[in-house]
């Protein structure tokens, strides 16, 4: 999906625990790691799928404006073509979810009963640690090495 309308006002930063399966997490029920701040992007009203004959164009749009926005406060960014090439490229590593160890205390089930239809909806990848294939660090040693000026 392209975001086809991405600027500064879209981004916003905020806790793990505001974002965490669509559900607010109680404040006895938190670990530390859902104090980690996570960013999120809003407002998809103007959004196509990356097969629309324009995605590239508006996915590289978004990109030229939201660079723009953090060199102008002196923040390092990539180049527009290696953010593109991040964004773009498919993950190098790829966990599928075996559906039939999903049990009743999965973080992905709801605990009712289930069709298969259901199933599928929850095991759709809401955030990015949901992903198959991500990897924060490997991602990030992907940005820093690319930050840093290594290919």
Known sequence: MVH???SEYNILICPQWQVSEGQIISPVKRSLDDDTLQVVLIDFASAVDTKHSSAITWLKRDL??????????????LSNEDA?????????????IDIDTIDEES???TGEQETETD???ATTPNSRYNLLGWSDETNMK?????LSGGN
């Open 142 to 146: 992907l940005l820093l090495e690319k």
């Open 4 to 6: 086809c309308d991405l």
């Open 107 to 109: 973080d992905i089930c």
């Open 64 to 77: 030229t404006i939201v660079r723009a926005f953090f060199e102008k406060k002196g923040i390092k960014t």
């Open 119 to 121: 199933v599928v909806e």
């Open 84 to 96: 593109e090439e991040f964004v773009t490229a498919p993950f190098d590593e790829v966990k599928p």
